[in-house]
């Protein structure tokens, strides 16, 4: 194989290395750690990659396309397979399919895959023939599956703005929303395998050969697919067709109005009548299709409101049985509620009483205040004489040694006799 992934071994460009992995294994009285060794390696690697590529089954041909190295397949395959059996990592396509209903699923199994041949033990170790039927098998690998299955039942959830009525589509329309992870035909019909047996989904195929996947909702018993779920996915059926019809007859119209325009810049006048007469029948499909989208979304939505009224009117029955019961068991009666409210009017009253009996006393607080007077005039004058002080010594560090020889204040206009000002501040040395 070329172009190998970063996630391949770092022995896998080691030609030595390699040689001996690829070798058919060695009977255990020559060499008893050769099976072991290549089993864990092989078995490691085979799950690692399908891992990686997200591959949900194999057969010869995929697993040549992943494994082939310089023409060379690992001769231990057969044993490779084997002991992935035994260890319950793979399963036979056709053991994984046993239990499919009669419906979809099974007619996909019998339509994309052929009932193969059975590779059993006695043939897996029969060295004398190589790889028999290995070519018409498939395996399921149960771990990668399940992962896929759980990714593409956290997909629908995210898809879901209504629960009332998302939990139910077609088939074709889940695998379009998973197709990044189950991209092939095969691989989905795993998927939905492997969900129906971990009862998350059931399914049921229609008259018309249309296949319906019901999601069952977190915490509930698993439930069929009744004519109520068929019904709404037949409206929403309907509702996309429309909605496909009304893109389609828009993109009609805005044709046919250029065609219109072009005979037109040719002076073909009836070619352009026509081609308007066109657009005029296309635009009044079109809001025949949009009616009735219309009616239709206005119908899922009324169904999306009665599912919600019976959830509310549900609610209200369970609180007020709740309400009940607390009622009951806390004691409460009107009458057993008239006696405390009364109590506790009359308790009310009383710390009303008190709290006014307590407001009568009064503090002398004229000495006190007298005092808080004296000290805060005496705070007032150590700090005016602190500031005194701070310009004096601020003035001297100037060269201005005389403060009473400043000039006063001026109680008028500066802006005229500013230079005076200056110039008498100058002669004060």
Aim: contains cysteine; charged residues 30%; aromatic residues 6%.
């Amino acid at each position: 194989m070329e172009n190998v992934p970063d996630f391949y071994p770092a022995c896998w460009s080691d030609d030595e290395r390699m040689g001996a992995l690829f070798a058919a294994i060695r009977p255990i009285a020559t060499n008893p750690a050769d099976a072991p060794s290549k089993l864990k390696f092989w078995t490691d690697l085979l799950l690692l990659v399908f891992e990686r590529k997200q591959i949900t089954f194999f057969n010869y041909s995929i697993f040549c396309e992943n494994f082939r190295r310089k023409g060379r397949i690992p001769e231990c395959l057969p044993n490779v397979i084997e002991e992935l059996l035994r260890t319950k990592k793979i399963q036979l396509w056709a053991d994984f399919h046993s239990d499919n209903p009669q419906g979809w699923l099974s007619w996909t199994f019998h339509t994309l895959v052929k009932k193969p041949t059975v590779w059993t033990v006695s043939t897996l170790w029969d060295t004398s023939s190589k790889m028999p039927n290995l070519q018409d098998e498939k395996y399921v690998v149960l771990d990668i599956l399940k992962k896929s299955a759980e990714d593409v039942s956290l997909r629908h959830r995210s898809c879901i703005s209504n629960d009332t009525i998302d939990h139910v589509l077609d088939a074709s329309v889940l695998k379009q929303q998973c197709s990044d992870i189950s991209p092939s035909d095969e691989s989905f019909c795993l998927v939905l395998t492997q969900l129906r047996k971990d009862r998350k989904i059931v399914v049921k195929e229609l008259p018309e050969k249309q296949m319906v996947v019901k999601f069952v909702k977190e915490n509930q018993k698993q439930l069929a697919v009744n004519d109520t779920d068929i019904g709404i996915l037949r409206l929403q059926s309907t509702i996309r067709t429309l909605e496909t019809s009304v893109s389609k007859l828009s993109q009609e119209m805005e044709k046919h109005l250029l065609e219109a325009k072009q005979y037109l810049s040719h002076g073909l006048k009836t070619s352009a009548k026509n081609a308007l007469r066109r657009k005029k029948e296309a635009e009044v499909a079109l809001e025949k299709r949009e009616a009735a989208r219309s009616n239709l979304h206005a119908l899922l939505h009324k169904l999306q409101d009665a599912k919600s009224d019976a959830m509310v009117y549900e609610a209200y029955k369970a609180g007020i049985a709740g309400m009940k019961q607390v009622f009951e068991e806390g004691g409460l009666t009107l009458e057993r509620v008239d006696i405390t409210v009364d109590e506790m009017n009359e308790v009310l009253d009383k710390h009303a009483d008190v709290q006014e009996a307590l407001s009568r006393v009064t503090v002398d607080t004229s000495s006190l205040d007298g005092d808080l007077e004296k000290e805060l005039d005496e705070l007032l004058s150590d700090e005016k004489e602190d500031s005194t002080d701070a310009l004096s010594t601020g003035l001297n560090s100037l060269g201005l040694r005389d403060i009473e020889n400043l000039p006063d204040v001026p109680d008028t206009d500066t802006s005229s006799g500013g230079n005076s000002s200056r110039k008498a501040l100058v002669n004060v040395t």
